[in-house]
């Protein structure tokens, strides 16, 4: 047994700035420093841990087949858990190797949560640039926004809201939580103008918030209990020029902590720039739209 665990130690030693694990069909037996890094672990607490609670089912059910088979596999855009309750994204390697003469599995993770995110929030943004393409009413822009981003994996619940004069008007808002309309009137009940919540600090400096995790974050603490209770972890407010000023803003919210981060910024930056162009040229868009309306109609009647 000393022989085995020696064994082991010096195969992930050798590794240690690779994302492995030395696995059986049910626990982590050991890993390297990277793989614990790779889902906020220490290290030393992975040391027999359960597969059950890094990986989901079906994606369990297969890897734990392949252990016991000692079949090598493949697992792309997988999901597991986090020691922060997370989620990440991961293409994960299945090999059964013998090493100094012993059978060892072992499982190479490769983090491919910033492609993954990086990609929603692509599409995001093409979502965006087709509303502007064929919207000239701004409520019916900011419906059309929340509607399409909510579809994306993760995000909650998207609402847009304008800010007149000591109100707070709710423009658009869409949902997959079943507690969708109880979440708005919690929320509303929360934002008061004049109030230290994130959402005014970036309405007031033009510049987008994140709250990265709901759970830790001390600038949200007011307001955690409202989102906890409806399951958002993760929250971003991307505030919206409108008639010279910050007006407007558009509210996402994850179920997952840091689904916003700071690598996506330059993305969230890019989306706030093409919604403040569709309001700041929204009149000169809807008379463009008229007018070839009417010329075509000319067109029509003169033929």
Not at 89 to 114: C, P, Q, R, W
Not at 146 to 162: D, Q
Not at 187 to 216: M, Q, W
Not at 221 to 245: H, M, N
């Amino acid at each position: 047994m000393e022989n085995d665990v020696n064994l082991v130690n010096a195969f992930l030693l050798r590794n240690n700035h690779v994302a492995l694990a030395i696995v059986s069909a049910s626990n982590i037996l050991e890993a390297t420093d990277e793989f614990a890094s790779v889902l906020g672990f220490d290290k030393k607490n992975l040391c027999n841990f359960p597969l059950e609670k890094i990986f989901r089912t079906p994606d369990l059910e297969h890897i734990v087949a392949s252990i016991k088979k000692r079949e090598g596999a493949l697992y792309k855009d997988i999901e597991v858990s986090t020691s922060q309750g997370g989620v990440k994204v991961a293409d994960l390697f299945l090999e059964n190797l013998t090493y100094d003469g012993k059978e060892i599995s072992v499982l190479h993770l490769v983090d491919m949560t910033k492609r993954a995110v990086f990609s929603s929030f692509y599409r995001m943004l093409s979502a965006i640039n087709r509303s502007i393409i064929h919207n000239v009413d701004m409520e019916k822009f900011f419906e059309e926004i929340c509607e399409t981003l909510v579809k994306i994996k993760y995000l909650e619940l998207v609402w847009a809201l304008e800010f007149e004069e000591n109100t707070i008007k709710v423009l658009a808002y869409s949902g997959i939580s079943k507690h969708v309309e109880y979440a708005i009137k919690a929320l509303e009940n929360s934002l008061k103008i004049g109030s230290p919540a994130p959402i005014f600090s970036s309405i007031s400096d033009g510049k987008i918030k994140i709250i990265k995790n709901v759970l830790d974050d001390e600038e949200i603490k007011p307001y955690r209990e409202a989102l906890l209770s409806q399951g958002f972890k993760s929250v971003c407010y991307i505030p919206v020029k409108k008639d010279g000023g910050y007006k407007c803003a558009v509210c996402l919210y994850s179920s997952i902590p840091y689904f916003f981060d700071d690598y996506i910024m330059p993305v969230l930056e890019e989306m706030q720039l093409d919604m403040n162009f569709f309001l700041s040229n929204l009149k000169e868009l809807t008379f463009k739209t008229y007018f070839m309306k009417a010329l075509n109609h000319l067109r029509i009647g003169f033929w």
